[in-house]
């Protein structure tokens, strides 16, 4: 399946998700206002980390090597060994977030009332983990019209339990939601796969593979320090713009960091189940430049085409996904949407980081820049106010496409 095919079922797939998003949104504008969409956003990163944790970080690993390799002796070790890794790393998480609940709720959300989300995170995680292995499985055997309408169904089931629960418990209903969604739909990702040929119980009941803990391991260091330092990064800049400026203020960054995440799902979507398989299979570096320039001839231009139009629109997009308490976002979306732009350009060359497992080049640079996005904005909003954070964004990401220009002219081309 080419990128184009693959990026018309990503877009129905994104089409529902950016539907169901807005209901969600606008639900949680009108029930907590600015200040609970700060809220909502400090949760979110937090469960973003812990989950994609939770299994090993192995994601990305899983989809290189089911994609790579083409014997399903090969592939039974790979699933059999993700198996183990994200039920063992998703239950030590389990105990601590049981464990700690009351800390981690007045540190990641300010206030102890939260705490029977956290025991509720923990008692699912486990969950959540093994829905992310059978996801990556079928992203790297590329069924992917059956990966969308999996996403799809998803989407739909976890919009009606998320309105469900906000209706019933407002607030405190959307955190419940968000630690609860990805748990339940592993059961229909289950449902799903059944008539899969590759679904069979024996294949994962194997044990552990050393080789392929190994190889799953490189992945693991990758995806931990992406994982957490992305949505670190980011607490710690709705923190300090809470703490310095106001929690609303945070909620109107929340807000079109919100918007930029929707509308470019459609281009990350296409990356990891189209972009990510298709790096990992080819060696010859002719082939690999072409399908990167390829990538950069279809998806850049689209990027732009979407950023003007969310720019020309952006004061009835606001009404739409939230409503007029939000306005004052709106001096915030000229530099976001440029560095949503550079963001995905260097996005298309970092990715060929993890295909070729650069595994110290991939750790570096993600520490590098979250670091430096932390202090940029720090840096920008002493200076500029709120939408200083959107020239901080700007800067980060304009260095990170530099560098990734010279590292993949050096190591992959």
């Known amino acids: 399946m080419t990128l184009v095919k693959t990026s018309i079922l990503t ?23 600015p200040s609970g969409l700060a809220l909502i956003g400090q949760l979110k990163d937090f469960v973003t980390m812990l989950t994609n944790i939770s299994n090993g970080a192995i994601s990305q690993g899983i989809v290189k090597y089911t994609a790579e390799y083409k014997e399903i ?26 464990t700690f609940n009351k800390e981690l709720s007045t540190l990641i959300l300010n206030d102890i009332k939260y705490s029977k989300v956290f ?3 923990g008692f699912t995680i486990s969950l959540f983990a093994l829905n992310m292995v059978l996801m990556s499985i079928l992203n790297g055997q590329k069924e ?54 590759w679904f069979k119980l024996e294949y994962f009941i194997q044990g552990i593979d050393k080789v392929s ?3 799953l391991s490189r992945f693991s260091l990758m995806t931990i320090v992406s ?36 509308y470019l799902m459609i281009i990350t979507t296409s990356l990891s189940v189209y972009y990510l398989p298709k790096l990992s299979e080819i060696q010859d570096k002719n082939k690999l430049k072409n399908e990167i320039i390829n990538g950069y001839k279809i998806i850049l231009p689209i990027v732009i085409i ?22 004052p976002m709106l001096e915030l979306f000229k530099w976001q949407l440029v560095g949503d732009t550079i963001k995905i350009a260097s996005w298309l060359l970092s990715y060929t980081l993890i295909a070729k497992a650069k595994t110290k080049y991939f750790i570096g640079t993600e520490i590098i820049f979250s670091i430096s996005f932390v202090l940029f904005s720090i840096l920008m909003i002493d200076n500029f106010n709120l939408i200083g954070i ?14 990734m220009i010279l590292i993949t002219r050096k190591e992959v081309f």
């Open 11 to 33: 877009a129905v797939s994104t089409v529902i998700t950016v539907i169901s998003a807005f209901i969600i949104n606008k639900v949680v504008a009108i029930y907590g206002g």
């Open 73 to 98: 002796e090969q592939k039974q070790k790979i699933f059999s060994t993700s198996i183990i890794i994200s039920l063992s790393c998703s239950i030590f998480i389990s105990i601590l977030l049981i």
């Open 119 to 121: 025991i509720v995170f």
């Open 144 to 197: 992917i019209k059956k990966f969308v309408l999996l996403n799809i169904s998803n989407n739909i089931f976890m919009l009606l339990i998320t309105v469900i629960l906000i209706f019933k418990l407002n607030i405190m209903g959307a955190l419940y939601a968000l630690v609860l969604n990805q748990s339940i739909t592993f059961f229909i990702t289950i449902i799903f796969l059944l008539k899969s040929n």
């Open 213 to 215: 803990f190994f190889k």
């Open 227 to 262: 994982i957490i330092m992305g949505p670190l990064s980011l607490l710690l800049v709705r923190n300090y713009i809470g703490e310095n400026l106001s929690w609303n203020d945070a909620g109107y960054w929340q807000g079109v960091w919100y918007i930029s995440s929707i």
């Open 306 to 327: 979407m950023a003007i139009t969310i720019f020309t629109l952006k004061e009835y997009i606001i009404l739409i996904a939230f409503d007029k308490s939000f306005l």
């Open 390 to 403: 959107t020239y901080a964004f700007v800067i980060n990401y304009s260095l990170y496409l530099i560098t």
